[in-house]
């Protein structure tokens, strides 16, 4: 079984500040993990995922994010947010097997960025 | 990746009554997913639809409740049936593209049931 913890249901900061959002996962075999970003009334896009190689992850829009196996954590992060960042992150795992594996999803951080 | 629609993008039905949602993907892809994601809540796989092949249910989801069909390999629906207040939820479509390890969701369903 697996299991991912988002302590932080909402987090507010200013525009352009740097900004943390906290992921945890517990499983008993090895992972795959992903951030998942919600944009009002829209679906779920994938903003990074890690597979395995390099523990840290980047997007294209700026945000990256470590995987700290020691820890069992997956932290996303960005420098300078901006107000288009607002938005809904889920944080997932899956096991790290060929095929389909069944993605667990955490309860969400919602992120506004104040103007 | 894979482009996913779904219809209706919200509706508002009353009690007692069923909707069905509907999945259009752009690619062929074998397994095809269905998630609620409840008021304040985290995502939750409802059953996973094969084509040719009766869908398989997450605990404490069942056929009646949630009838899917898979008639091919572009396609799906979900049935909520027979709604209460508690159905109130977003409904997502959810394919995997092979060999991607990554999900792809289409834009949800947002239920709000009277």
């Known amino acids: 079984a697996q299991s991912v913890t988002q302590l932080d249901s909402q987090v507010p900061v200013f525009e352009e500040a740097p900004v943390e959002l906290r992921c945890n996962y517990s499983s008993s075999v090895s992972v795959y993990l992903f951030w998942y970003v919600q944009y009002p009334n829209q679906g779920l896009q994938l903003l990074l995922k890690?597979?395995?190689?390099?523990?840290l992850v980047e997007s294209i829009n700026g945000f990256e994010a470590e995987f700290n196996k020691s820890q069992t954590s997956f932290h996303l992060r960005k420098p300078s947010v901006h107000i288009s960042d607002t938005a809904e992150y889920f944080c997932?795992?899956?096991?790290?097997?060929?095929?389909?594996?069944?993605?667990?999803f955490g309860t969400g951080t919602k992120l506004q960025v104040i103007p | 990746s894979a482009v996913i629609s779904q219809k209706p993008s919200r509706d508002i039905c009353q009690r007692g009554t069923s909707l069905t949602i509907q999945c259009q993907v752009d690619s062929q892809v074998t397994m095809m997913f269905w998630y609620r994601q409840q008021p304040g809540q985290s995502l939750t796989l409802i059953a996973t639809a094969n084509q040719g092949s009766e869908a398989t249910y997450e605990s404490g989801f069942v056929i009646d409740k949630f009838p899917i069909s898979r008639p091919n390999l572009t396609f799906s629906t979900l049935t909520v049936s027979n709604m209460s207040p508690e159905d109130s939820s977003i409904y997502l479509c959810?394919?995997?593209?092979?060999?991607?390890?990554?999900?792809?969701f289409g834009q949800g369903t947002r239920l709000t049931v009277v």
């Open positions: 890690y597979l395995s190689g390099s523990t």
């Open positions: 997932a795992v899956s096991p790290a097997r060929g095929g389909y594996q069944k993605v667990t």
């Open positions: 959810s394919v995997e593209v092979p060999g991607t390890s990554e999900a792809f």
